[in-house]
């Protein structure tokens, strides 16, 4: 991530978000009112004129051209962990934590949350440019959602618990999405280790690439590019599961594997016609924490 700059990344999941929100009412997936708030004027105007059905298909066309299979996997992907993130909810879940929120709107778009404490942990660059953003669109901050700042390959968890204090005893909904394959293995490793002291009932959702995209990226349609691409807005990949290992890394660590899919089977859920090649790299695991 470049000095004083949000993460890239956040901003076109933000894109892809205000452009689902474009389609019409029972058709689109989610409706996220929220997105275009975090949009340079470029990608805002493009947001805006999607409203409009031709143009908004030579928009996807354009975005699936640059990063093959990302919009519709990104998208379908958004209502998959919500939709998990609900299940958690009304299955004992008291509160969530968001950890590397990014641009997520979550905590104000989803009715089932808005009465439920949400914590949210990102870069201090990108939550405070959201908190910003948030601001301007409401014209206050939602009173449900704590905002925390944490670079978490310098910062432990535990050293801001100590500035900010989160209840680790009640059941808790974490979600972890678009974080885990920026990381180091040992900042994982810490991650789960301080995850493990949730209380029992808790759930995890979380994202990650199979490790093959990271060793063999010409395995997957559109992947090279993406890599160079990423590289050169210094937003690298450097961590990867292979699913098959995925079960055993988390009952080690305490916690049991409920779902582990990849974007062709949450894209086929969610958008049955929809044929896009690309991305089906990129997984969804949800996990409960034994007690």
């Known amino acids: 991530m470049k000095a004083n700059k949000a993460s890239r990344t956040a901003q076109y999941m933000a894109l892809f978000r205000a452009i689902e929100t474009t ?18 004027t470029g990608l805002k105007k493009a947001a805006q004129l999607s409203r409009i059905p031709f143009i908004r298909d030579i928009v996807q066309s354009i975005i699936y051209r640059k990063i093959p299979g990302a919009l519709s996997s990104g998208i379908a992907r958004t209502k998959y962990i919500d939709d998990l993130l609900y299940y958690a909810i009304n299955n004992g879940a008291q509160q969530v934590l968001i950890l590397g929120a990014g641009f997520d709107t979550r905590g104000v778009r989803l009715s089932f949350l808005r009465n439920t404490s949400v914590i949210e942990i990102d870069h201090p660059n990108t939550s405070s440019l959201k908190i910003e953003a948030m601001r301007s669109s409401m014209g206050r901050l939602p009173g449900n959602i704590n905002y925390h700042q944490l670079d978490f390959n310098k910062e432990s968890l ?3 618990l100590t500035w900010n204090p989160i209840d680790l005893s009640r059941p808790t909904a974490i979600i972890w999405e678009g974080v885990t394959n920026y990381l180091t293995p040992s900042a994982i490793e810490n991650m789960f280790r301080f995850l493990s002291r949730f209380a ?20 997957y349609y559109g992947a090279e590019k993406l890599l160079n691409d990423l590289d050169k807005i210094e937003e690298r990949w450097t961590f990867g599961f292979r699913p098959e290992e995925l079960k055993d890394y988390l009952n080690e660590r305490g916690w049991a594997l409920l779902e582990d899919k990849g974007a062709t089977e949450y894209r086929r859920k969610y958008m049955p016609q929809n044929t896009e090649r690309g991305y089906e790299f990129y997984r969804v695991a949800f996990a409960k924490k034994r007690k």
């Open 200 to 219: 029992g009932g808790s759930y995890i959702i979380f994202t990650y690439v199979h490790q093959k995209v990271l060793d063999s990226p010409e395995s």
């Open 23 to 40: 389609r019409p009412l029972g058709i689109r997936l989610f409706n996220d009112p929220y997105a275009t708030a975090f949009l340079n």
């Open 158 to 160: 535990d050293d801001m």
